[in-house]
Antibody, heavy 125, light 108 residues
Framework: QLQLQESGPGLVKPPETLSLTCSVSGDSIKSNSHYWGWIRQPPGKGLEWIGISYYSGSTYYKPSLKSRVTISVDTSKNQFSLRLRSVTAADTAVYYC?????????????????WGQGTLVTVSS | DIQMTQSPSSLSASVGDRVTITCQASQDISNHLNWYQQKPGKAPKLMIYDASNLETGVPSRFSGGGSGTDFTFTIYSLQPEDFATYYCQEYHNLPPITFGGGTKVELK
């Protein structure tokens, strides 16, 4: 059974860098059928897509976050990571990691089929 | 970027009711539309993919439809475990991927 688990600091000071890791078990992160991504949810609000990465390093980011975000994959540890630079209080959220699979038509990797439990990151001095 | 307008933002219903949520895209997204269920304190769960396909293990009382710009998500005979927030999500012009604002289904 595939499992994803987020880890990292729960408190980050502005304007430092938020760093989270997602550990994957039950599947190889080198799967050629999947991407790996991050989504966040501010307290009491909706879901916001941050970005996704293929194991080879191909990445897609939300345009408004692109200048501050890096998603990387470590195949040796079966993990992937999120780095968000220059954080502000607006970056306070529950951060989820997730696996994406392709649609049946293989159009694009757009289906989030497995999720981590989420981790709350608070940005405050 | 594609905008996803989900309605209503909340609704009240009783066990056994039929509930329908709509999602409208700002441009044609074909059938590249998924639906998720999220319960408090939990991660979202994929329910419907590609507008109308039931994800494995999801009960058949859940259904999705539509294509182009207008989509629906229906729960036939609402059950106690179905009270949650539901989100639509498009992936037509990756990047970005966009979620709707959510619909909270509450007990009347």
């Amino acid at each position: 059974q595939l499992q994803l688990q987020e880890s990292g600091p729960g408190l980050v000071k502005p304007p430092e860098t938020l760093s989270l890791t997602c550990s994957v078990s039950g599947d190889s992160i080198k799967s050629n059928s999947h991407y790996w991504g991050w989504i966040r949810q501010p307290p009491g609000k909706g879901l916001e897509w941050i970005g996704i990465s293929y194991y080879s390093g191909s990445t897609y980011y939300k345009p408004s976050l692109k200048s501050r975000v890096t998603i990387s994959v470590d195949t040796s540890k079966n993990q992937f990571s999120l780095r968000l630079r220059s954080v502000t209080a607006a970056d306070t959220a529950v951060y989820y990691c997730a696996r994406l699979r392709y649609s049946d038509s293989r159009y694009a990797p757009g289906l989030f089929d497995y999720w981590g439990q989420g981790t709350l990151v608070t940005v405050s001095s | 970027d594609i905008q996803m307008t989900q309605s209503p933002s909340s609704l009240s219903a009783s066990v056994g009711d039929r509930v329908t949520i709509t999602c409208q895209a700002s441009q044609d997204i074909s059938n590249h539309l998924n639906w998720y269920q999220q319960k408090p304190g939990k991660a979202p769960k994929l329910m419907i993919y590609d507008a109308s396909n039931l994800e494995t293990g999801v009960p058949s009382r859940f259904s999705g439809g539509g294509s182009g710009t207008d989509f629906t998500f229906t729960i036939y005979s609402l059950q106690p475990e179905d009270f949650a927030t539901y989100y639509c999500q498009e992936y037509h012009n990756l990047p970005p991927i966009t979620f709707g604002g959510g619909t909270k289904v509450e007990l009347k």
